[in-house]
């Protein structure tokens, strides 16, 4: 598998990156967890506007799935070639609503789903393209989803929006990359089930035994370094940030 940095600042996009959201491929199949802001533009440097085969989307928040409403437009109103099929779409429950009352003016109550197949995500085990999918819900204030991906004997886990939860351990088990937000800073806000800080992302890692370690998710307004410290000084695995616009083979 590989997995691309499209967009990593959480919140809201930072002046190097958009926010959330991730290109994984493997046997030409494309897979897009999260289209948070900005991250439709950054799409466009790694692959076709029309090229992605599924969408994944961890819960509905702004900065991981608001540009799904642009890139509608994109398949909607496409011209040369016709409108494009429905691609699939996989969310929490409710996901063409809210898009499609964040667009606010669809041609139609059904527009959405014109060119978006959608699928409400659950805990669950399920075939993506070559992908086998285990998706858990995680300690989020809305419904929020991490995801393990695997593939060719490989595991990529992705864990969404989440405070600590033993769902997410479980999802880690044995990852060979694990992409994990860290966007809160140890000792400054401590605020349950809404989102991890770097000591409590490695203790996660730790935990589960994943073998690399990925975080992502920081806000502007945090200190990744403080951050990456935090994390290394508990798991004994290979820490990174996440970088915009680079590419990690697993």
Known sequence: MKLTVVGCSGSFPSAESACSSYLVEADGFRLLLDMGNGALGELQRHCG?????????SHLHADHCIDMLAYFV?????????????????????????LTTAYADT?????MSEVFDFHTVKPSTLEIGPFTVHTERVAHPVEAYGIRVEHGGRTLTYSGDTGVSAALDELARDADLFLCEAAFTHGKENIPDLHLNGREAGETAARAGARRLLLTHIPPWTDPQVNLADARSVF????????????YEI
């Open 49 to 57: 506007l029309y090229d992605l085969d599924a969408i994944f989307l």
């Open 74 to 98: 994109a398949r909607y109103y496409r011209h040369d070639g016709g409108r494009c099929a429905p691609l699939p779409v996989y969310g929490p429950e409710g996901t063409e609503h809210r």
């Open 107 to 111: 041609p139609s109550a059904s527009s």
């Open 236 to 247: 004994d695995g290979a820490v990174e940030l996440a970088v915009p616009r680079k590419t």
